[in-house]
């Protein structure tokens, strides 16, 4: 892997991002349990899903010496652990941690580290309604300046701007009430509809971001439409927000309107 940027005439907005060469030998471990099973109306509209229900491990290990092109020498690690805590039919619970980053042998310090753990909560109240539930937590560390931990509108919080908060830690819970309907327009596209509360925040501590509140919240109203005839399972998301906090920032409108492409509810 070849990282390399370049400056311009035009002064950096932030600190510049350090060029790095990785070249890279690895080892690799994967282990999944054989436990599987299908579901309707979770994560898309009206398709059957396919449901791991065990536990999957990932673990990678490299070494990316100067020898062998790299411009220091470095240990890269990655892990991803994901299981389920419940699952009884109607309801459904699993959670996931992921460690990615580098260890510089030189400078004796950990680069682009990145620690997540994840939530997931499904229950089903009826054949075409479930409550849906997500917390995420991110902590990072030494991050090169070309990567960053933003909350916004394409991260969670939908009724502000896309970088609307920065830091190297984040934490967002959405909560969502889901509605899988019948209509099927022109016999091609699945329509569904949410109402949903997002809270998180971004920050880095001893950083003063100048805002009101601390924490970004929200709530609203989104609609779904999901092609019936492919097999991607692509759904376009068309969302109306409002704020909850930071009502009086002169950077936050008083409802957002988004429409994104995502790979599931």
């Known amino acids: ?39 309707n109306n979770l994560d898309h509209i009206r ?11 990932l673990l990678e290990f490299g070494y990316a010496p100067e ?17 389920r805590l419940l699952y009884d039919g109607r309801r459904l619970i699993q959670h996931s941690l992921n460690l990615a980053g580098m260890w510089n042998l030189e400078s004796g310090r950990s680069e682009d580290l990145v620690l997540q753990y994840e939530l997931r909560s499904f229950h089903r109240q009826t054949k075409r ?14 991050l090169n300046s070309n990567r960053q931990v933003l909350l916004g509108g394409e991260t969670g919080a939908r009724a502000f701007d896309n970088r609307f ?5 984040r934490l967002l819970l959405s909560l969502e009430e889901r509605m899988y309907t019948t209509l099927h327009l022109f016999n091609l596209v699945r329509v569904g509809w949410a109402i949903f ?21 929200n709530f609203g109203l ?44």
């Open 67 to 83: 020898q062998l092109g790299s411009d220091r020498d470095r240990f890269i690690y990655r892990g991803t652990w994901q299981d």
């Open 1 to 39: 892997m070849d990282q390399r940027f370049f400056a311009t005439q035009k002064p950096a907005p932030c600190v510049f991002p350090t060029s790095r060469r990785l070249s890279s030998p690895f080892v690799q471990f994967h282990a999944t349990d054989d436990n599987f099973t299908t579901a």
């Open 47 to 57: 398709r059957t899903e396919n449901l791991h229900l065990g536990n999957n491990l």
């Open 222 to 265: 989104g609609l779904q439409f999901a092609s019936s005839k492919s097999n991607v399972g692509r759904i376009v998301h068309a969302d109306l927000a409002f704020p909850l906090t930071n009502k009086s920032n002169p950077l936050v409108d008083s409802s957002q309107i988004s429409v994104n492409i995502k790979t599931g509810l």
């Open 197 to 217: 509360l997002d809270v998180g925040r971004a920050w880095q501590p001893g950083v003063d971001d100048g805002l009101q509140d601390d924490y970004l919240a």
């Open 129 to 142: 309604r479930s409550f849906f539930a997500r917390f995420n937590a991110i902590y990072t560390k030494n």
């Open 165 to 169: 908060q920065t830091g190297d830690r």
